[in-house]
């Protein structure tokens, strides 16, 4: 189970991305900027290798927003999707 503590504050993602796994499923959370837009991307993909390794066919991509609000609809998130990774 993902906590929202275990996501860190969001000046972390200013800097780096963060990763880590649950029940079989890897993810991966950054900062993407569009515009003047900031968002917070979540990858999805299989616990079999890397993120850079990872055949991008594999990869499952998510927008929330850049915020203390968006973290929480993350933590949320990773919960529910652990449940039917990779079965969708």
Known sequence: MVRRIDL?????YKKEPL???LSGMRYRI?????GETA???VVLYP???CFEKTDESKK???????????????????????ETFPEE
Do not use: C, H, R, W
């Open 30 to 34: 950054s900062m993407t900027v569009e």
């Open 60 to 82: 499952q991509y998510y927008s929330f927003p850049f915020s203390d609000e968006g973290l929480k609809q993350i933590t949320e998130f990773l919960n529910k999707k652990a």
């Open 47 to 49: 616990d079999e290798v």
């Open 39 to 41: 968002e917070l991307t």
């Open 8 to 12: 860190m504050a969001l000046n972390f």
């Open 19 to 21: 990763t880590g796994s």
